[in-house]
């Protein structure tokens, strides 16, 4: 490529820039945090070994304070003796620059390049001599502390609380080419300032020791480091821009913050979003939860839980790392993800309680000696929302009260146990009694109660038992020897019951955890069907966040809310949008998340290994509240689960599809064998007789043409019974046979079939049984007549010529049954329910089989249509096939009780409309003609 | 009944099969067979020609058959049978309705069918004649003056509601008769519904005059229509 792009070409001011720094001489600068921690000795060691390089070196001014390994280093440099300059009667002594400029060595040491000069030297500042030396085109070494840097100023000041007045403006640190980093832990500097090895002017002693706290230190070191690191970059962005390069150049840098529990966590986490910004460096923010995390007030794990929602926000990985040790926890997260800085923030514990447990910002600056550390103070009080350190005063004051009064029981009934002992038995060893109520207490109810029985047992014991008694005098040392045993014996034991109880509260929450996800998966493991699921779901999660849940899934229109608790419709839009980045992403999205963090819902995707099968959105009660790490970790468990049994209902649905989408199958199968069988023997039979006929007319006889002809016409009506059967079954399965009911006698109807079926039953031997007095019944007559006919025609075809055939008719309950006995071979047992299946046909060996199977479908169809029954089974002697159709008996119908008066030349009264349970009034009273009643009692009109 | 003299028969249907398999059977019979393939064709030649007998396929390219069995019923005074599809029994029930005298459901064969136009002509004939006192048909007598029923010489008694229907039914021997038009003509015209009064009392009817009431051989069930009484000497 000839030409390249603009971005990439080497900027003019760049290289200007460069040029410039080719001409001047080069500033390197052994920047320090703090005075003592080794700049001039660095310095030094640095010249020795450019001079031993050959390297043409002179001192301009370095202060040794007397040091003498410092002094040491001096030794073979050249030194330009320094002017003396007089100012109001006193002498000083100042770097001779005219001096330096005359002698132009290649590099001159230059220290404290924020020093003052006397009034009356040419420049007031050293670094203004500093910058002639450069200009000048000589090299110059000079060293820095931090807290000398303007920018720095007010910071300093602030953290330190001491106005530094000599300060060097940071365009003087920006020019520098090199910069290096003289650090030490503050540890180190403290015992060396304490071995003497720090100077300190004597008019300053004072004031320096204040600064000198470790506190100070390790925010000056880390500004000292910070800075350099921001050097780092800038020079490297410079280079780069030279070069034309083309950025970013990958910096291996990577920075934690460390949230707890104070309100400063929100900071934290913006000053880690600066630091990355500035560094374009990848950042975590982690909270570690200890077992002390469940006994939190809410408020304090909402503060949580939105400073970890802020940082998620603002671009973080965010981590909840649970152990009991946070340093340890903390700098193995650190070292796993190969952090550079570790971002704290300033402990607010009272200064007090270090003496027991060191804060954790010193535990990591002493631990965590590979990582730089920064520390965030605030300037907010420890606790900042009112309202929550209201909340937790309150919970203090509610709480405990039980655990006061016990306090008070104790320190009563040890007084009264100690009354007893004293007077009763004499005891000379009280105390210990005290002790036993302070120990109990401790254990029982935490320190602050057992401090509490301690001082009262204290007071209690030294007035009443104490020589002498009633007076709370102090008289020697060992009073207040036991003094200290009472409040030692109630911190340490009440320390202990605290952190026994703490645990106790994580293991009860851990189990309540548990029992919860056992009860939610025991709950959707009992639920069948998608509905049962999707609520056991949303009522699980609503209860257990006490607030709202529910189902969103995927439809044809969108993401639809399938459950709700409570039942919920419609989602505002920007709810329905985050519903719908949730299930498109895979990723949480709503309320308090990273994505559309002002929705009223919150939503949790639905995953499993197979893909997404919905969402679940959860509302919280109040406006202003969030989900704790807690609920949320419980929320994505139960999502889970949710997930993996709404997705077995829907491979169970899936099945049940597939399934019914394979008997359709089987059925259109089966229909298209029947039809091309069942329609075309018939026409083969008649195209074969016809053609015959036409051709071989004359050569046939009369007998054969008449069998011909016969057969034509057989086979006609057996095309013309399928073709009937097919409507009818399609009518069945369609929905479209709607019975048409009307009264009619069962009799009729067997009647009505046997004359159709004439033709075939005729040869038969044919016996009728049927109960006389049989009711009316309420049915379609031509349907139930058809279920007649199929079930005789069937019985003639599956038994013998000649075979008897018998119908009976009898009352059973509520049913008539009717029943068909042929005298066949029967049908196998097992095959007795599928007859009646469509296209069903029993195997029978060297038979022919006639059927289309599809005639007991069709009555099967037809009797459940009209609220009947048909079951097969075998003849009374084991042989032969029964059909029983069962027809339920509908009240009997209203019948006139003129039904036989006289006929209609009389009026008849009006009965239309005609109420149908009401007799109508006989004309003229007759009485009945004879057999009439024994003929058929049921159909007797009650009067 | 025997041979009757040579009619003019309009066959209205718009198969060509199934009017050339009426022309040449209706023609066996001696009968003179005119055709029409539409309704409009048909009330066309029924007014032209008077036939004596039309028989007339429901389903007509142009017109509801229901609605030119009206048209041709108002031109002419043609004895008319219908031909449906079995499970049309309101089909046929609406045509009896609307003065078809009889119907035969497709497939027929035609000796049914020549039995159907025998019968219609027969009662068409009669119409103007005296009606007669006596009914005899295969051991059944039925004295029209004096109520008086015997099967084989028994006397039968029968309440004077079943004599009615007996005497309504041999009136209209052959032909079908709708639950309706008994209801009518027995119980009046309040009770044309109240078809369980019908099934009751036919049952009744039944037990007194058929030998075999289960299966019966003169009072025919005609599925969800009605019934029709049935002369032994019918094929």
């Known amino acids: ?943 | 009944m025997g041979k009757l003299a040579k009619k003019t028969i309009l066959v209205v249907d718009d198969e060509p099969q199934i009017r050339k398999f009426l022309r040449i059977s209706l023609g066996a019979h001696h009968h003179t067979v005119i055709e029409a393939a539409t309704g409009g064709e048909a009330v066309a030649l029924a007014s032209q020609e008077a036939p004596d007998l039309i028989i007339l396929d429901l389903s007509l390219p142009d017109l509801d058959g229901h609605e030119a069995l009206s048209r041709l019923r108002e031109c002419c005074r043609a004895a008319i049978i219908v031909l449906t599809v079995r499970t049309g029994e309101a089909d046929k029930i609406e045509a009896l309705d609307r003065g078809a005298d009889d119907y035969v459901t497709k497939p027929f064969g035609i000796g049914e069918l020549m039995t159907r136009i025998e019968i219609a002509l027969q009662h068409r004939a009669a119409a103007g004649r005296a009606p007669s006192h006596e009914f005899r048909t295969a051991g059944l007598v039925v004295d029209l003056d004096s109520h008086r029923v015997t099967r084989d010489n028994h006397d039968i008694p029968l309440t004077p509601r079943e004599f009615e229907t007996l005497r309504l039914l041999v009136c209209h021997a052959g032909k079908v008769l709708t639950h309706q038009q008994i209801l009518r003509e027995i119980w009046g015209p309040a009770h044309i519904n109240e078809t369980q009064y019908l099934r009751v009392h036919i049952g009744k009817l039944r037990k007194k005059l058929e030998p075999e009431p289960a299966r019966p051989r003169f009072i025919i069930t005609e599925p969800a229509v009605g019934y029709r009484f049935k002369p032994a000497d019918e094929a």
């Open chain 1, 1 to 943: 490529m000839a030409e390249r792009d603009d971005k990439d070409r080497p900027s003019p001011e760049a290289l200007l820039e460069q040029v410039n720094r080719e001409h001047r001489g080069r500033l390197k600068i052994f920047l320090g945090a703090a005075p003592g921690v080794g700049k001039t000795y660095a310095m030094l060691r640095t010249a020795q070994f450019r001079r031993r390089e050959g390297v043409d070196i002179v001192a301009g001014v370095v202060e040794t304070h007397g040091r003498r390994e410092t002094e040491a280093f001096l030794r073979g440099l050249e030194s330009i003796p320094r002017q003396k300059i007089e100012y109001r009667g006193l002498h000083f002594e100042e770097m001779d620059l005219d001096a330096i400029l005359r002698r132009r060595p290649k590099l001159v040491l230059v220290d404290e390049l924020a020093h003052t000069n006397v009034p009356g030297s040419r420049h007031p500042k050293r670094h203004q001599d500093v910058t002639e030396l450069l200009d000048a085109g000589i090299d110059v070494y000079s060293t820095l502390n931090i807290q000398h840097l303007e920018s720095l100023n007010d910071v300093i000041a602030r953290i330190a609380g001491i106005q530094v007045r000599e300060t060097v403006p940071d365009s003087v640190l920006q020019k520098a080419d090199e910069i290096e980093v003289i650090d030490l832990p503050p540890q180190e500097l403290m015992q060396r300032l304490s071995e003497g090895k720090v100077y300190i002017p004597d008019q300053a002693r004072r004031a320096m020791q204040n600064f000198f706290s470790p506190g100070n230190l390790t925010a000056l070191r880390e500004l000292a480091l910070r800075y350099a690191a921001e050097r780092v970059d800038e020079q490297m962005l410079s280079y780069m821009r030279a070069h034309a390069i083309p950025g970013p150049w990958p910096t291996r840098e990577r920075i934690m913050v460390c949230i707890g529990t104070d309100a400063v966590a929100f900071r934290l986490v913006r000053t880690g979003k600066r630091a990355s910004e500035r560094r374009q460096a990848p950042w975590v923010v982690v909270y570690v939860e200890t077992s002390h995390h469940q006994t939190l007030p809410d408020e304090v794990k909402d503060q949580i839980s939105a400073a970890l929602r802020l940082a998620e926000q603002l671009g973080a990985e965010t981590a909840v790392l649970s152990g009991e040790d946070v340093i340890h926890e903390i700098l193995t997260a650190a070292r796993q993800r190969n952090v550079s800085q570790i971002i704290v923030g300033k402990s607010h514990r009272p200064a007090w309680t270090r003496l027991f447990r060191s804060t954790v910002t010193d535990a990591l600056l002493s631990r965590g000696q590979t990582f730089d550390v920064l520390v965030i103070t605030s300037d907010e009080t420890p606790t900042t929302p009112k309202s929550m350190a209201a909340a937790a005063a309150r919970r203090a004051t509610a709480v405990p009260w039980k655990d006061y009064l016990f306090a008070l029981e104790a320190a009563g009934a040890a007084l009264g146990v100690a009354f007893l002992g004293d007077t009763v038995f004499g005891f000379s060893n009280l105390v210990l009694i005290f002790m036993a109520a302070v120990l109990i207490t401790g254990i029982r109810g935490g320190l602050i109660p057992s401090l509490v029985v301690s001082l009262i047992s204290f007071l209690a014991y030294t007035y009443f038992f104490k020589e002498p008694r009633y007076t709370l005098l102090i008289y020697n040392s060992q009073e207040i020897f036991e003094f200290a045993a009472f409040l030692a014996a109630a911190v340490v034991t009440g320390h202990y019951a605290a952190g026994v109880r703490r645990r106790e509260q994580a293991t009860k929450q851990s189990a309540r955890r548990t029992a919860t996800l056992y009860d939610f998966s025991r709950k959707i493991a009992g639920a069948g069907v998608l509905d049962d699921v999707l609520w056991a779901v949303v009522h699980h999660v609503a209860s257990t966040i006490q607030g709202r849940a529910l189902v969103l899934m995927r439809k044809e229109a969108g993401m639809e809310i399938v459950a709700g608790y409570p039942p919920e419709d419609q989602l505002d839009t920007v709810s329905a949008a985050a519903a719908n980045w949730a299930w498109n992403h895979g990723k949480t999205a709503g309320r308090g998340s990273g994505t559309l963090p002002g929705a009223e819902w919150l939503f949790l995707p639905l995953r499993t290994a197979r893909g997404p099968v919905g969402v679940l959105g959860v509302a919280m009660q109040g406006p202003d509240k969030l989900l704790s790490p807690e609920q949320t970790r419980l929320l994505d468990a139960l999502a889970g689960q949710a997930a993996v049994a709404i997705e077995r209902t829907n491979l169970v649905s899936d099945y049940e599809q597939q399934r019914v989408l394979a008997e359709t199958e089987r059925l259109r199968a089966a229909l298209l064998s029947s039809i091309s069988h069942d329609l075309r023997t018939p026409l083969v039979a008649i195209t074969g007789s016809v053609t015959s006929l036409l051709s071989y007319w004359k050569t046939f006889d009369d007998n054969t043409r008449r069998e011909l002809l016969q057969t034509i016409v057989d086979e006609a009506e057996r095309l013309n019974r399928f073709v009937q059967n097919l409507l009818d079954m399609t009518r069945l399965g369609s929905g479209a046979l709607q019975p048409r009911l009307d009264w009619a006698e069962i009799q009729d109807i067997i009647g009505s079939a046997l004359e159709r079926l004439k033709k075939h039953i005729s040869k038969r031997p044919l016996d009728l049984d049927i109960e006389p007095g049989l009711p009316l019944l309420h049915l379609d007559f031509v349907l139930i007549t058809q279920v007649m006919i199929n079930i005789l025609d069937n019985a003639c075809k599956y038994s013998p010529a000649g075979s008897r055939i018998t119908i009976s008719a009898r009352s059973a309950g509520r049913r008539v049954m009717v029943a068909v006995t042929d005298d066949g071979p029967g049908i196998p047992e097992n095959e007795r329910e599928r007859v009646f299946d469509m296209f069903y046909r029993v195997k029978t060996t060297g038979q022919q089989t006639m059927g289309t199977g599809l005639g007991l479908a069709i009555c099967r169809g037809i009797v459940e249509a009209h609220g009947g029954t048909v079951s097969a089974s075998s003849g009374p002697l084991g042989r032969g096939t029964v059909i029983t159709i069962g027809l339920p008996i509908t009240d009997a119908p209203p019948l006139p009780a003129h039904l036989d008066d006289p006929p209609p030349d009389e009026p008849h009264p009006p009965a239309e409309p005609h109420p149908p349970a009401e007799p109508h009034p006989p004309a003229e009273p007759q009485p009945p003609a004879a057999g009439d009643g024994a003929a058929a009692p049921a159909l007797e009109p009650t009067r």
